[in-house]
């Protein structure tokens, strides 16, 4: 290529100027990930515990048992979530990768289409273990369906509706078993008067809504794509879904408006953990934040995320971390024994308890909790009541423009608008649209 | 003077309003810093109740803030040393010297000052990528991309104004300079830059204030061995929790530097400014 | 790090040739190349930064560089002009959303420029007469622009929470103007933030030069006009405003090019809330790129923002009859 070699000549002259004055101040800067035999892996982690410190501190013992084990060294980066996926990007696009990195989940179909990422084929699928030491249904969100998986599940979760306890017990309330039974209670236990909720939504983040987006339509028997993988957004169960959830704020009126404005789950849990709602659906690991904004474990109890009487018992979407090795890695096997090292029973177990995580593996106890319940709970939710998000590689695309369609509807409901389910399916023709063009 | 009774009432409802729409958001953020967390997730209060200096002193930990500031430091540093070291070369070429392709070159660097960041960032990437590739010099994810980058950000702007500094500076100095013995650039290290100094002054704040605020090809080009503070200061809002009063420690610490820096210097910014612009 | 270092190479060889025809008919004599090696370090710097990048930039907008090809981009197949046409077709969503960005963000430069010259000018004209701590009031003035933009454009989103931000506690808790309290970063009041919070940044800037200029008026001008009976009023609309037309044509420019490609205040202020009424263009480009992985048509928009930008300041320039002087 012309333009390259054109490009370098100037590069090395103008870095000829400044190299000259500019000492050693860059000297050690140089990756040690991706070059050299000597079997050093570099290992992208993303963000899991309370800071991006603390998962340093957590994964450090266990990366150093695992080079006492095999003699391959560790290179350790924990990346926050607001720069996972452009840092992922930008590895694709370059070729500069680690060799192995976690991604959300719901990423894997449209990373897999990338073509950047291994296949975890019959070969590579034994090296970790086979693919039958796996939740079949984490496992399931690997890849598109029917193609050797381009990432393996690593840290399982799930939603779960969490109840204040105190607050159901004085107003007579049992935990709810329908969506009906849920809203009747949050409207009980509603009084902004006093600045009392019933629940409280990150209906501000768009990952956040399309979850729901999708959770809810489920229980409505409809899908977002068909098996082309062409966008089917509009269809009344996903008009009816979504508008059932907006209506958590708009008619029901049990979740407080300034929610529109939570962008991410935090915000949401911190108002569950300090009493100011009774309600919030979260994934299991808002254990953490729970009692590190000062609720105690007894306080809370949880129940699947209830379906409307007569729907489809969808309670979560497969959620959690996946681990996927680049393609053009250089340690392919390093990678693999890594990859089997991260999802065997013992670190499953020493890490399921730090970052409140559910295990990927068949028969694994979870040790999130010591509340055997909650866990009975959560595993039973994560394995017979989630569906994977859709498995196509438009996924990215279906994540941000109908979460963000979400976004503004609950805007405009906050700000003292009406949404009908007329404007739903035309936001939803908006998306459907973009990802169309996009694709 | 102009001290009429109308002049001083309009000077004084100016100074209210500007003054109140300046000093509110700077004390907000350093009461704010002074709370704990559980005081700047509730209401709001003008004054803290329980002031607290420990989000001083948890921001260093729940992110590496003194890694990131050390990289902020040298990148800045070094982008605003070559940035002004080039600038002075090309404004004292633009202002003395007749050649052809002048025009050309005043024209295309002003207008790259035009570019929209994102045009150019993926492709700069690539570049670098492919410069990497071919040469083995490491640009992604190290300090040395980020002051190439940055020194060319305040480049157009610097030789523009140094330019027009120059050109202010009588010729009849340098060309006695000239006379003296010097070569034109002993004349310029003698005789035009003394006399520049406060442009060089301003530009180099210009520059360093590029450099340390800079937050789009940050955002893209760091990884955690060249992460600069404006995009380390994200890394606040954790998966458990949104720490601003720590958010707002590290925002004032990491301004002190460039605020006194700019303030200590603002004269000869103004100068520099006013010989750049006006005329 | 020595300030001469990098002038070696460069002095070395062009002294000498340089001294020999010394004294006030040098420029005859003197080395041709000398501007030229002058120059480079500049040209080489922008050619490999900027000039360089936005040719790629360009070839990219012509290519469908989406994620099924950026692992290996230089296989991306030709889109032609494909790339162009969706994102000028306003029929369709993703066209729509480009317009609608560009509206927003000539809505944000205009109003914002507009504000930043004003305050700016207030207070120039109020600080022009000495009075007794006129230099700490503009040291005052000058830390919003001093200040990191990120960390300015932080303080202002705790500000502006809903539930927990100072300006809702001003204007509900503190002063009653409504029970109902507003949401600031989503919805339509996500502009007035967005403008807010740039004025506060800009207006600053256009102060300081504005500043800058007046010191060039001298002081018996306005004597002399106040000896004739001109107010304040006429004062400032004869010998200020017509004195500061060349800072007023430079700052103007410089203002509109920074709001117009302001990706900074956007991204900082709303992360991934992304309101409608604030999807500045860059910011919606970036997005546009980044989250849907289609760097083709990010990069066809960018390159359509940059035919705008300079039609507007060649128009602009003309319109002013006055090129850049040393273009």
């Not at chain 1, 979560?316 to 096997?333: R, W």
Request: charged content about 15%; glycine content about 8%.
């Amino acid at each position: 290529m012309r333009l390259r070699s054109l490009v370098a000549a100037a590069a090395v002259s103008a870095l000829g100027i400044s190299l000259a004055a500019c000492g050693g101040s860059d000297s050690g800067d140089s990756s040690g990930g991706n070059g050299g035999g000597d079997a050093t892996l570099t290992y992208w982690a993303s963000n899991q515990g309370t800071s991006l410190d603390n998962d340093k501190q957590v994964l450090t013992p266990v990366l150093e048992k695992f080079t006492q084990e095999t003699g391959v060294k560790v290179n350790l980066e924990v990346i926050g979530w607001n720069d996972l996926q452009t840092r992922i990007q930008t590895a694709i696009t370059s070729g500069q990768a680690p060799d192995v990195v976690n991604i959300g989940n719901t990423w894997a179909a449209s990373l897999q289409a990338t073509e950047a990422f291994l296949p975890f084929d019959g070969e590579a699928m034994d090296a970790i273990g086979g693919k039958d030491k796996f939740v079949p249904t984490a496992l399931a969100t690997g890849g598109k369906e029917g193609t050797d998986p381009t990432s393996v599940p690593l840290y399982g979760l799930a939603y779960g509706l969490y109840y204040n306890k105190a607050m159901f017990q004085q107003a007579g309330l049992q935990p709810p078993k329908t969506w009906e039974e849920m809203v009747a209670a949050a409207k009980k236990l509603t009084n902004p008067a006093k600045n009392q909720w019933g629940m409280a939504l990150a209906a501000g983040s768009y990952t956040e809504n399309v979850h729901f987006a999708f959770i809810n339509a489920a229980q409505n028997k409809s899908e977002w794509f068909d098996a082309d993988g062409k966008p089917t957004f509009t269809s009344d169960g996903n008009v009816q879904g979504v508008l059932r959830y907006l209506d958590l704020m708009q008619k029901d009126k049990v979740a407080n408006p300034s929610n529109a404005q939570y962008d991410n789950g935090t915000k949401a849990v911190n108002d569950f953990a300090t009493k100011k709602v009774a309600m919030v659906i979260n994934q299991n690991n808002a254990n953490s934040s729970i009692v590190a904004n000062g609720m105690k474990p007894g306080e809370y109890g949880v129940v699947p995320f209830p379906a409307p009487a007569g729907g489809e018992q969808v309670a979560s979407h497969v959620a959690g971390i996946n681990l996927s090795i680049f393609k053009n890695t250089k340690n392919k096997d390093a990678a693999l024994k890594f990859v089997k090292y991260m999802t065997d029973a013992p670190t499953q177990t020493t890490l399921g308890k730090p970052f409140a995580s559910l295990p990927v593996l068949k028969d694994a106890k979870p040790a999130f909790t010591s509340d055997a319940a909650e866990a009975a709970i959560f595993s039973d939710i994560y394995n017979t009541k989630s569906k994977p998000l859709p498995l196509v590689p438009a996924e990215d695309q279906y994540e941000s423009t109908v979460g963000k369609a979400m976004n503004a509807m609950f805007a405009k409901i906050a700000t003292g608008g009406t949404v009908t389910a007329d404007e739903v399916k035309a936001a939803l023709k908006t998306a459907e649209d973009q990802v169309a063009a996009s694709s | 003077m102009r001290d009429t009774k109308g002049f001083k009432i309009y000077r004084a409802v100016v100074l209210v309003v500007l003054g109140l729409f300046v000093l509110v958001p700077l004390y907000v953020m350093v009461t704010s810093s002074m709370k704990p967390l559980s005081d700047v997730q509730g209401a709001f209060t003008w004054w803290p109740s329980n002031l607290t200096l420990d989000p001083f002193v948890d921001m260093w930990r729940t992110v590496p803030l003194a890694r990131y500031f050390v990289n902020s430091t040298i990148v800045s540093v070094a982008a605003t040393v070559f940035s002004v070291m080039i600038a002075i070369l090309a404004a004292f070429a633009v202002s003395r010297f007749r050649f052809r392709g002048r025009t050309v070159f005043s024209t295309t660097v002003l207008s790259t000052q035009m570019f929209p960041g994102v045009l150019f960032l993926l492709p700069l990437f690539l570049i670098f990528v492919n410069i990497n590739n071919s040469t083995g010099l490491q640009l992604v994810g190290t300090r040395l991309g980020l002051i190439i980058t940055y020194l060319t950000f305040s480049l157009p702007f610097s030789i523009w104004m140094l330019a027009g500094y120059f050109d202010s500076i009588p010729r009849e100095l340098d060309e006695a300079a000239l006379v003296d013995g010097c070569g034109p650039m002993g004349a310029l290290w003698r005789v035009v830059l003394p006399a520049a100094r406060p442009g060089v002054i301003a530009v180099a704040i210009y520059s360093f204030m590029t450099a340390w605020g800079e937050v789009l090809f940050a955002s893209v080009m760091t990884t955690e061995a060249n992460r600069t503070l404006s995009v380390g200061l994200r890394q606040y809002s954790t998966q458990t929790n949104v720490y601003w009063n720590q958010i707002m420690a590290a925002a004032l610490v990491v301004s002190i530097p460039v605020v006194i820096g700019f303030l200590l210097a603002q004269r000869h910014f103004v100068a520099g400014v006013t010989a750049g612009a006006v005329k | 790090m020595s300030v001469a270092t990098p002038e070696a190479p460069v002095s070395a060889g062009a002294t000498p040739r340089a001294q020999k025809k010394r004294g006030p008919d040098r420029r005859p004599g003197l080395s041709r190349k000398l501007p030229y090696l002058l120059l480079a370090p500049a040209i080489l710097l922008e050619l490999l930064i900027h000039i360089i990048p936005m040719l790629v930039g360009i070839w990219m907008s012509f290519v469908k560089l989406t994620k099924f090809f950026i692992a290996n981009w230089s296989a991306a197949p030709w889109a032609g002009l494909g790339n162009y046409q969706v994102a000028v077709d306003f029929d369709n969503a993703v066209g729509e959303g480009l317009l609608k960005s560009f509206g927003v963000t000539i809505a944000f430069s205009v109003i914002t420029l507009a504000l930043s010259w004003a305050l700016g000018m207030a207070a120039a004209v109020a600080l022009q007469p000495a009075f007794k701590g006129r230099s700490i009031v503009r040291t005052l003035f000058l830390v919003p622009y001093a200040l990191p933009a990120y960390a300015g454009i932080l303080t202002w989103n705790f500000m502006l929470q809903r539930d927990t931000g100072a300006v809702n506690h001003v204007l509900v808790d503190n002063l009653g103007l409504t029970s109902d309290r507003p949401f600031w970063l989503i919805g339509g009041n996500a502009l007035i933030s967005l403008i807010t919070v740039a004025v506060w940044k800009l207006w600053t800037f256009a102060f300081l030069t504005l500043m800058a200029g007046l010191q060039s008026i001298p002081n018996d001008v306005y004597e002399a006009a106040s000896v004739d009976g001109a107010g304040l009023v006429r004062q400032w609309r004869h010998i200020t405003l017509p004195s500061l037309r060349p800072v007023n044509l430079v700052l103007v420019l410089v203002l509109f090019l920074w709001t117009f490609s302001d990706f900074n205040t956007p991204y900082v202020l709303f992360g991934t809330g992304q309101p409608p009424a604030g999807d500045l263009i860059t910011f919606h480009i970036y997005n546009a790129s980044f989250l849907t992985w289609n760097f083709g048509s990010g990069a066809a928009m960018s390159v359509l923002l940059l035919i705008f930008l300079m039609i507007v300041t060649g128009a602009y320039l003309i319109v002013t009859g006055r090129r850049s002087r040393r273009a």
